[in-house]
């Protein structure tokens, strides 16, 4: 095929903001152009000042520098270009569906078809068309179904190149990537359009780690492979309560089985549970596909990990009622940590929001400190749960800016997120300004357990 020279992508969020800034970057003869329907999001990312990009990665600020505005654009004019590109990635939010049908379980794919849509109708050139977006196996069919019927000559190639960037670390996934994974059709015309995007890939990624597949494998694995990793972190927590209710350590256990090298050590931590956009939208989606085929003990199988992450959360929650007496009513609980995951201000299913809510049920005043994570954001979230009205989680969740006044005249400390910087702290003069007993819950083990039990602290860890 021609060499590609202009890439649109749909979707300037979590992924397709960082992915297109590194492909511009390591493609600077591209031009590559990232629209969204959402203006403020589209202003942000165009915003002369840096650190008001719409999402916070590290390292990410520093490639829009390079790239921004040489090649690299961001624009709510989605027609024009679609019309321009060559290849158009398709990366907006496919989030578990609320409604109908498949609802809480099945993945909502209504953006993907109006973006299908909306290429269809404004193309007057052949594309290839990528989806970006993580997708239930055979959707490329729908899609294809929908490109093919236009009736204006049009051809058009789907690819499946799904994302595998983590959040927090996506500029450096996306730079120095495991594997990038693109599935196509195996006629020769679906083998141009993989080598074109292998093309692009290449500049940057060595050739052995690019991996070309059939579609429907591409769209799969992306799927198995969140279900794998999120498996193992429900699997720690899962023995986290063997080991307190034994005397075992599960940093100790999963140090030991971690040497293992068919086990693995990543990915062990045992926490308060998992969160994020991806693992549970997509083991839902998992289990929901599986249930649709009739194998149901496959889906069993995928649901109990959702289910124990559930269960991890809850337990964490119920802990700190208990050993705060049986009541938390009126207490001021501090959070340390907002976010699913520490180096991000994403705070989509992040354990914080359940547990919060869960204490709120119990009266608890919870005042909240996170780096990255601000009151709106935090508001919201607690409401979107629509546990009780959007007035009374106001007078229940309180966020500080300051970490020393998120925890002053509190009865107990909650670690959420794995922030670097709550290591640093000065924790005797935390301490002095708690009521006593003074109790620590780490929901990460982030903490130096030894060293605030010789203050004073009373610590609960996870699995010790
Ligand atoms: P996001 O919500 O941050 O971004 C999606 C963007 O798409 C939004 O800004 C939205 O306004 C825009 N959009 C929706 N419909 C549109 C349309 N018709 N035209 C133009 N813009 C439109 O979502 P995200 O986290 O970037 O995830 C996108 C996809 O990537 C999802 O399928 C997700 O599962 C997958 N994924 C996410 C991650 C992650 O870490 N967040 C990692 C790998 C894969
Ligand atoms: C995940 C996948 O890792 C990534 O490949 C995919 O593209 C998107 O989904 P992300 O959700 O951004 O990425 O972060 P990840 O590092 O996977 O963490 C997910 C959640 O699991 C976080 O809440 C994290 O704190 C938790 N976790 C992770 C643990 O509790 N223990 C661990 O050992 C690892």
Request: proline residues 3%; aromatic residues 8%.
């Amino acid at each position: 095929p021609n060499k590609i020279t202009s890439i649109c992508c749909i979707g300037a969020g979590y992924v397709g903001g960082p992915t297109m800034a590194v492909m511009a970057q390591k493609n600077p003869d591209i031009k590559v152009t990232v629209v969204d329907l959402n203006a403020q999001r589209i202003a942000d990312w165009n915003d002369a000042d840096l650190t008001k990009l719409p999402i916070f990665e590290p390292g990410l600020d520093q490639v829009v520098k390079e790239a921004r505005g040489r090649n690299l654009f961001f624009s709510t004019d989605v027609e024009t270009a679609i019309n321009e590109a060559q290849m158009i990635f398709i990366s907006v939010n496919t989030p578990t569906k609320t409604y109908g049908s498949g609802k809480g379980m099945a993945a909502d794919l209504k953006y993907i078809e109006l973006c299908a849509r909306q290429i269809a109708k404004v193309a007057t050139t052949d594309k290839i068309v990528v989806e970006k977006s993580t997708l239930p196996v055979k959707t490329a069919q729908a899609i294809k179904s929908i490109l093919n019927h236009t009736g204006n000559g049009v051809k058009f190639q789907i690819l499946s190149n799904p994302e595998f960037l983590a959040e927090g670390t996506a500029i450096t996934d996306l730079i120095d990537p495991d594997r990038v994974l693109i599935g196509g059709d195996q006629t020769p015309e679906g083998k141009q359009a993989i080598q074109a995007l292998v093309d692009v890939y290449a500049t940057w990624v060595p050739k052995a780690q690019i991996l070309t597949t059939n579609i429907w494998s591409s769209e799969l694995s992306k799927l198995v492979a969140n279900a794998f990793l999120a498996q193992r972190v429900s699997s720690i927590n899962a023995i986290s309560e063997l080991c307190e209710a034994t005397e075992a350590n599960v940093e100790e256990v999963a140090k030991a089985i971690g040497m293992d090298s068919r086990i693995g050590s990543k990915f062990l931590k045992a926490s308060v549970g998992f969160g994020g956009s991806c693992f549970q939208k997509d083991i839902l989606n998992l289990v929901y596909i599986s249930k649709s085929l009739g194998l149901q003990e496959t889906a069993d199988y995928w649901e109990q990990v959702i289910i124990m992450n559930n269960h991890q959360r809850d337990r964490f929650a119920n802990k700190i009622v208990q050993t705060l007496y049986n009541t938390v009513a009126g207490k001021k609980i501090a959070f340390l940590g907002w976010a699913f995951k520490k180096d991000t201000n994403d705070t989509r299913e992040a354990a914080a929001i359940y547990v919060g809510d869960r204490l709120i049920d119990e009266q608890a005043n919870i005042s909240v400190y996170d780096p990255k994570v601000n009151a709106k954001q935090m508001q919201s979230d607690l409401n979107y749960l629509n546990t009780r009205s959007e007035d009374q989680n106001k007078t229940y969740l309180s966020t500080e800016s300051n970490p020393y006044d998120a925890v002053k005249d509190s009865h107990a400390i909650a670690v959420l997120t794995e922030w670097d910087e709550f290591k640093t702290y000065d924790w005797q003069r935390i301490y002095d300004s708690m009521n006593k007993p003074a109790f620590v819950f780490d929901g990460r083990n982030l903490l130096d357990t030894e060293a605030l039990e010789s203050i004073g602290f009373i610590v609960n860890a996870i699995g010790r």
